[in-house]
């Protein structure tokens, strides 16, 4: 089973609307941290937010903001008034905790988001 | 500043030619690994190291090899590089607490062409 599922390969978007990325996870480790990744045409990984598994209130950085429903086991990405330069591809992460793992991130396949003016 | 810096950034080779790809940290992390990016399939983990002289492989290590000798630096080896390994290369770092499941900090990648 896929640990993380994207489920949007693009997206488009009107300049200054919100758009929502979504992402689902499959973990059984109670500890796991959820993040996101943006990834402009240059190529590097820019780290964008993080969700820890115990954290009371959805994480907010800006005009991205992470919409956590742990029952529903999904870490949506929520950006507020797009821009031009938010166009990239974007990919949703996780890393478990468990004991005696390997603390790696897994990724999903990504969205690739496209704003419009 | 902190970083992790990868070199090459890109490089061209032929099938059967031994290369390394470096991958050094300035943030005295323990933990560091390696990606491959693929179309379609997001990023794939190769090797990780928990500290050093401990290594492991990911989910795709056949072809490659890895050291640790140094806490900062963690390179990558393709012994006898072929086609199916072109690809976007990541190094990323962090602290590596047992039960750390914070943000890993990455390089600005290295592209690969393998003929």
């Known amino acids: 089973a896929q640990k993380i599922t994207q489920t949007q390969p693009g997206m488009f978007v009107q300049e200054k609307e919100a758009v929502t990325l979504d992402c689902t996870y499959d973990?059984?480790?109670?500890?796991?941290?959820l993040f996101w990744y943006k990834q402009p045409s240059s190529g590097e990984m820019i780290f964008l937010i993080y969700q820890g598994s115990y954290d009371q209130q959805n994480a907010t950085e800006g005009r991205y903001s992470l919409n956590f429903q742990k029952a529903r086991k999904s870490a949506n990405l929520v950006i507020s008034a797009s821009q031009l330069g938010d166009s990239a591809m974007y990919f949703c992460a996780m890393r478990e905790g468990r004991r005696g793992s390997a603390r790696q991130l897994t990724f999903g396949s990504g969205t690739q988001l496209t704003v419009l003016p | 500043e902190a970083q992790v810096t990868q070199n090459p950034r890109y490089l061209i080779t032929v099938t059967g030619k031994k290369l390394t790809v470096t991958c050094s940290q300035n943030m005295n992390h323990e933990y560091m690994s390696w990606y491959r990016q693929d179309p379609g399939l997001g990023l794939r983990q190769i090797y990780y190291s928990m500290n050093v002289e401990v290594t492991d492989k990911g989910d795709v290590p056949e072809g490659y090899k890895v050291s640790r000798k140094e806490k900062r630096n963690f390179p990558l080896i393709l012994e006898s590089p072929s086609p199916n390994q072109t690809s976007l290369y990541f190094c990323?770092?962090?602290?590596?607490?047992?039960?750390?499941?914070?943000?890993?900090?990455f390089g600005e990648g290295s592209r690969l062409t393998v003929l």
């Open positions: 973990t059984s480790d109670p500890s796991y941290g």
């Open positions: 990323a770092s962090s602290f590596g607490g047992r039960a750390y499941t914070g943000e890993l900090f």
